[in-house]
């Protein structure tokens, strides 16, 4: 890591506000709470939200010729979900080192704030016909938002 | 239409056999049935079994570079499909005209044939930017199978 | 209907606000447009918006022990919702009887109101053991709100 | 663990044939490939298969009471799924111990054998009201099969 990146370079210049999603009746199951998949595209949506918070919306990299495939996906449930309820997502870029990307998810009820779960994926990068994305290469902008917003280039 | 049409003719000459399919836990919602958005979906799988069966694969089509859109969708809903139920739907082509096609579909219980549920969805056919396209005119051996399936043009 | 229900005693005292939605990726399918199923379940989300807007929200329903379980459901599309494109759904209940009702859906894009769908969807009232629940005698209080809305009871 | 459970009282009686599933049109999303969303269903599905398989129905356990959460899930996603492509799904009970279960899950292209993803899942047993349930004291069938299925009492 770059001993010149510092606390506040490192820190997005915009506040991020956590991502607030109410829980839909089709989205429930016969044990009558969110069924366990449906967190998976909750993530997704946390997800897309954040990019767009610090300049990378997923229409934007889409726009580039740019796909970020899914790799991993890990969700350890905490506590049901049930219909309407609120629930708040905080997604966090937890690593990137020019080629992955770790996000990370905390789902937490609105009112309560009672973790309902956590997790993360993994993503790569890659051209609209699946063959690996450089964005230090090809992306520079792309690259810098993500090295600033981690903070710090996993090697 | 060409009086030359023979009612043999316009009988496909594959028995087409319904199209099976067991509810799944994750298509049920907190009324502990499946839930109605779902038939929507099992009315495409229907189709598209169908539509192999007569020589029409949505893959073969989109090869082709046409997608069918779906124009115009109806459902009534009978009695409820509860999770593990097998239902059978029987799709057919109820009309083409070269521009536009009707495929109604019956969901019945497999093991009781009960009915479940009946519904129409209507399909235009396109290229892949989404401009109308002309089987008659360029892709005659479409067009020519789903005359000979509906057995008729409607004018 | 009863002459003295008047135009002003017939209008919901409360603005109805149009329900506004975002299309998610999960949402889209290869045509790369937002599958066609989904109308059917953003129609639920602008109803169970609806009905909590003029005081029927499905948790108070469901709390009464009553379904309102979907009899019919039928959508025109219009033109194709992208992705991160965001929908407005203006709902209205359309007629009720007292047994069933009748709620209409327009889904326009937010941005240049063109119109991307319009809909209905036809409900009945049960218990939670599926049987017809009448909303005169037992549920006079949701009774009257749907009267109200609808302005004419239908015969 | 009992020592005299032997290899062979370990090994199921019956032989365990994988899943099949093909992809539907509208698991699909706008990468044209199915959505990693999907795959978590497809391990429900396959879990839902394997368990009634060994003798223990997702509506066996639910007659009895008992539902089974997810509390965790895993998935790596080695390669796209395209549409109307069949995967089969190999699933496995790789450890219980009375309270919880571990099941994986491998699955491949039917035609090829090359692995699309491999996953796991993790569950436990709760009574309809989510209090945590005994299988070992109040569903001694239950609990014997999953002992002899996975050959050994993880502690």
Known sequence: MNEEITQEAATPSVELLPYYRQAKYYETDQMAVVHHSNYIRWFEEARV???????????????????????????????????????????????????????????????????????????????TDFRPASLKKNHKDFYDILIKCVGVEVE
Chains 1, 2, 3, 4 share one sequence.
């Open 49 to 127: 939200d954040y990019l767009e918070k610090i300049g990378l919306g997923y229409d934007t990299i889409e726009a580039a010729g740019i796909y970020s495939p899914v790799l991993e996906v890990h969700c350890q449930y905490k506590s049901a979900v049930r219909f309407n309820e609120t629930v708040m997502i905080k997604a966090v870029l937890k690593s990137f080192n020019g080629i992955k990307m770790k996000i990370g998810y905390e789902v937490l009820d609105a009112a309560t704030k009672q973790v309902r779960a956590i997790g993360e994926t993994d993503h790569c990068f890659v051209t």
